[in-house]
């Protein structure tokens, strides 16, 4: 991915535009503070798609996280990101798409020294149809009872990454509002 479709939103401290940058360019070791999503997928059971990053990842290859996570393009919605991204990633469409938790916000650094700085909104959804993960994506996925991603996040948050450990006690205080059993 090349010019416009690569380009992130950098954001002020408040979260307001100030312009926008290259993904790769804008994740290194003192990342500006940027523009972000993820996104927990749910199936009809109530269970919560969880995704092992690629290897091939610059940043927390191999670790377990939410579903899909992004950047939002320069003006593009946010909704149609996360749609865009789901569908990239994991080759399916989402549907019911709810925005729970719109000012989640989070630093982390990986092993590498690569720094995430994010405004990151979490979105709920639902999908239908089977799973074709985008391997220089997504190396493995598995639907997991939502009860057993949250004892994961409160147990052993290292086994996830930082910003899903963050994210999944923050969305389960609010499980009634996102459709978590």
Known sequence: MSGAEDLVVL???AGRPIGHGS??????TDTPLHLAFSCYLLDDAGRVLLTRRALTKRSWPGVWTNSCCGHPRPGEPPAQAVARRVADELGVTVRDLRLVLPEFR???????GVVEN?????WVGRIDGLLRPDPS??????WVEWETVVAL???APGLLSPWSAQQVPLVAEQRTEVGVA
Request: aromatic share 4%.
């Open 106 to 112: 989070y630093q982390a650094v990986d092993v590498s």
């Open 137 to 142: 994506e997504v190396m493995e996925a598995d």
């Open 153 to 155: 996040a409160a147990e």
């Open 11 to 13: 954001l002020d401290d």
């Open 118 to 122: 994010e405004l990151c909104p979490v």
């Open 23 to 28: 993904r790769e360019a804008v994740h290194g």
